[in-house]
T-cell receptor, first 114, second 110 residues
Framework: DAGVIQSPRHEVTEMGQEVTLRCKPI?????LFWYRQTMMRGLELLIY????????DSGMPEDRFSAKMPNASFSTLKIQPSEPRDSAVYFC????????????FGPGTRLTVT | DAKTTQPTSMDCAEGRAANLPCNHS???????VYWYRQIHSQGPQYIIH???NNETNEMASLIITEDRKSSTLILPHATLRDTAVYYC???????????FGTGTRLKVLA
């Protein structure tokens, strides 16, 4: 099993540009999570999908952030327009049946907005 | 979810057991104790979880006190590769929201 796959691993962009982060969960997992990690705020849950449906997006910082899960094997997190304060490591995680089961994290995307 | 308190940092000699404590005095009856670790620049990695009984797997052991107000993660023979930040998280059964605190930064010394 390849685990959770994220791309790109590193992204450097200029303020105002659109950024799209991608995630492929572990096959068979039906829950997907997007997290953001910064030195100041630690690891924060942004959004949670179950069976491709967004269940809780209360952690999404503002309207500039959006996430989609068009099918069970793919999800995107988009930031438009990006700002320097969005610089962080973004992790995708997936888990098995329902919620409350252990989550498996991808390697993360390190985003730098200049 | 119950809050947790962990020491900020700990050192452990290579080959010795690393005992990482976690206080969760407000834990409820249907809340699980989960442990994750994050090695530098990697995503968090699941280690072990338990409800009230002690648990053991190939990575670690989890000892939960009888009153469930605290727990200890034990790495029986720490290696340099175990150097990481260890997070103790309390999860309500059937929920998904992990609240990662600051964790314990474990440094295994050669």
């Amino acid at each position: 099993d390849a685990g959770v796959i994220q791309s790109p691993r590193h992204e450097v962009t200029e303020m105002g540009q659109e950024v799209t982060l991608r995630c492929k969960p572990i096959s068979g997992h039906n829950s997907l999570f997007w997290y953001r990690q910064t030195m100041m705020r630690g690891l924060e849950l942004l959004i949670y999908f179950n069976n491709n449906v967004p269940i809780d997006d209360s952690g999404m910082p503002e309207d500039r952030f959006s996430a989609k899960m068009p099918n069970a094997s793919f999800s995107t997190l988009k930031i438009q327009p990006s700002e320097p304060r969005d610089s962080a490591v973004y992790f995708c995680a997936s888990s098995g049946t329902g919620a409350g089961y252990e989550q498996y994290f991808g390697p993360g995307t390190r985003l730098t907005v200049t | 979810d119950a809050k947790t308190t962990q020491p900020t940092s700990m050192d452990c000699a290579e080959g010795r057991a690393a005992n990482l404590p976690c206080n969760h005095s407000t834990i409820s009856g249907n809340e699980y104790v989960y442990w994750y670790r994050q090695i530098h620049s990697q995503g968090p990695q699941y280690i072990i979880h338990g409800l009230k009984n002690n648990e053991t797997n190939e990575m670690a052991s989890l000892i939960i006190t009888e009153d469930r107000k605290s727990s200890t993660l034990i790495l029986p023979h720490a290696t340099l590769r175990d150097t990481a930040v260890y997070y103790c998280i309390i999860i309500t059964s059937g929920t998904y929201k992990y609240i990662f605190g600051t964790g314990t930064r474990l440094k295994v010394l050669a």
